[in-house]
């Protein structure tokens, strides 16, 4: 079979992990006997610059032509100061909602021979952390209402937070899914003391869930979520919520897990695309420097396989030579502990590359 990948490498450290990610798929190619293709796109800062616009036309008709999108990440100091619309970001976001990629999937695994890289206690850690972050992806305060104005006491801005009955009821729906797949807890974070978008978030999933006998449903606070993540990591299985929230908590949930620069996602939807991207953004303190992990790229390739492409073997190659690499005691600066082996962004690649 051959697959069509769109790449958008990006920004900062985009282009570094992405080229890593590439050597691994092709070893994948190779071994399996698939064909990859794949055709590079321009978005965010890098299309500002070739072509005035953080997603040219171009770029969108060839992830749409395409089998599945890798991204790297975009964004950086030197398009800080354009005007929202022009800024690298709203290229990101813009394919996210052109592509309907609606639901977010962030699973946050701690590897055990990562445990010197979590800031946890190991008590806290003793039972393991696997969380899946089911973020949506397509509404709420990044696709509202905003504006600047003349208020009482001059300018303002502001960003409203919105919510449809069907956009909760389609990311609930995919949330309780994944749960069936796992350990069958969905806990759903809100702010639903104070929010009325969130009140009917929270009655939403109640009904969703009503489908799903078989899962235990809880409801938590944003606010309480962020501490229990840090208390009680191992009481959270699937964590579906806004898309604001799933931002925040997924990076303090990569950094329970050792590193942001160890968590992929895939961004699902309803086109048949998906765009398959790390957590983490462009990196511009490290850019160049050969010190990015590029693990949550890679690892991201393995989702695109297995979602995209059925390919659960393939997939599952590359998570066992991840893990291959850390028992090896190979660590990227981010992951790094005493008494393990520093490696570059290109040697983690290739090594990774060698173990499948
Ligand atoms: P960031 O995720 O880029 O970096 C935060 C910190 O984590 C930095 O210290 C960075 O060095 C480190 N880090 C990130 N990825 C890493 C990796 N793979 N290996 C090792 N260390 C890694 O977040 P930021 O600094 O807040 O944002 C920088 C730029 O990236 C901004 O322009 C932001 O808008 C953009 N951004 C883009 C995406 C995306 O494209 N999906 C995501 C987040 C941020
Ligand atoms: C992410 C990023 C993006 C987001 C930004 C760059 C638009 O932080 O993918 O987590 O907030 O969704
Ligand atoms: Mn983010």
């Known amino acids: 079979m051959e697959y069509k990948i769109a790449v958008a490498a990006g920004d900062g450290i985009g282009p570094e992990i992405v080229e890593q990610a590439i050597s691994v798929l092709e070893r994948i190619g190779e071994k399996f006997g698939h064909k990859f293709t794949y055709e590079n796109v321009a978005v965010g800062g890098a299309a500002i610059d070739c072509c005035g616009d953080p997603l040219p036309e171009e770029s969108l008709e060839v992830c749409k032509r395409s089998d599945a999108v890798l991204l790297g990440a975009v964004g950086g100091p030197k398009w800080d100061s354009l005007e929202n619309a022009k800024r690298p970001e709203k290229g990101l976001l813009r394919l996210r909602q052109s592509l309907g990629l609606y639901a977010n999937i962030r699973p946050a695994v701690l590897y055990k021979?990562?445990?010197?890289?979590?800031?946890?206690?190991?008590?806290?850690?003793?039972d393991g952390?696997?969380?899946?972050?089911?973020?949506?992806?397509?509404g709420g305060i990044?696709?509202?209402e905003r504006g600047?104005?003349?208020?009482?006491?001059?300018?303002?801005?502001?960003?409203?937070?919105?919510?449809s009955e069907y956009e909760v009821e389609r990311i609930a729906r995919s949330a309780f899914e994944m749960a069936r797949k796992r350990r069958n807890k969905v806990t759903s974070v809100?702010?639903?003391?104070?929010?009325?978008?969130?009140?009917?978030?929270r009655r939403v999933v109640e009904k969703v869930a009503a489908e799903?006998?078989?899962?235990?449903?809880?409801?938590m606070y944003v606010d309480n979520a962020s501490m229990q993540l840090i208390k009680n990591p191992s009481g959270f299985d699937v964590l579906l919520t806004t898309n604001m929230f799933g931002d925040i908590l997924s990076d303090e949930a990569s950094m329970i897990t050792g590193s942001i620069?160890?968590?992929?996602?895939?961004?699902l939807g309803t086109e048949g695309v998906h765009m398959y991207e790390p957590i983490h953004g462009s990196a511009p303190d490290i850019a160049g420097t050969r010190k990015a992990n590029p693990i949550a790229t890679i690892l991201s390739c393995a989702m695109m396989l297995r979602s995209s492409f059925n390919l659960s073997d393939e997939a599952q190659a590359i998570e066992k030579a991840v893990e291959g690499v850390l028992e090896k005691g190979l660590?990227?600066?981010?992951?790094?502990?005493?008494?393990?082996?520093?490696?570059?962004?290109?040697?983690?690649?290739?090594?990774?590359?060698?173990?499948?």
């Not at 809100?190 to 978030?201: G, H, I, M, P, Y």
């Not at 620069?261 to 961004?267: N, R, Y």
């Open 142 to 144: 990044y696709f509202g």
């Open 148 to 163: 600047q104005r003349q208020g009482k006491y001059g300018a303002e801005a502001f960003d409203e937070e919105c919510y």
């Open 331 to 356: 660590r990227t600066p981010d992951i790094m502990s005493q008494g393990m082996t520093l490696v570059d962004t290109v040697q983690m690649g290739e090594e990774i590359a060698k173990l499948i």
């Open 113 to 126: 021979e990562l445990a010197d890289a979590c800031p946890l206690k190991e008590s806290i850690i003793k």
């Open 190 to 201: 809100d702010k639903a003391n104070v929010l009325e978008s969130s009140r009917l978030w």
């Open 212 to 219: 799903f006998p078989d899962i235990e449903l809880e409801h």
């Open 129 to 138: 952390i696997d969380i899946c972050v089911v973020r949506e992806l397509m």
């Open 261 to 267: 620069g160890m968590l992929p996602s895939a961004s």
